[in-house]
């Protein structure tokens, strides 16, 4: 399984960015799409979830103002950023959490990261 992360860029502060997230390949059941983050110096950290039921999860400083969704048709997941601050500058990943029913067995499988930027 591939995926495949862009929309990142240099963002003025109080802008937005939307970031795309595709799978490709052959992936197992996929419980969860996520989109994590990681700054310079600073751990990797869960910026949202979107579960197969459809529940999301935010981490307490992006909620109100990111947006994770799918497009199933697109295989793509979305990260829709708006009123974006400078602490928002990072390393955007996306990931899957995968299981294979038929041994039991699960994974996460990371894209590439994006970079995303928010200066004046």
């Known amino acids: 399984v591939q995926l495949q992360a862009s929309g990142g860029g240099l963002v003025q502060p109080g802008g937005s960015l939307r970031l795309s997230c595709t799978v490709s390949?052959?992936?197992?059941?996929?419980?969860?799409w996520e989109w994590y983050r990681q700054a310079p110096g600073m751990e990797r950290e869960l910026v949202a979830k979107?579960?197969?039921?459809?529940?999301?999860n935010y981490a307490d400083s992006v909620k109100g103002r990111f947006t994770i969704s799918r497009d199933n048709t697109k295989n793509t997941v979305y990260l829709q950023m708006n009123s974006l601050k400078p602490e928002d500058t990072a390393v955007y990943l996306c990931?899957?959490?995968?299981?294979?029913?038929?041994?039991?067995?699960?994974?996460?499988?990371w894209g590439q990261g994006t970079l995303v930027t928010v200066s004046s």
């Open positions: 979107l579960a197969r039921s459809g529940t999301t």
């Open positions: 990931a899957i959490d995968e299981t294979d029913y038929s041994n039991w067995v699960a994974r996460r499988s």
């Open positions: 390949g052959n992936p197992f059941t996929i419980n969860a």
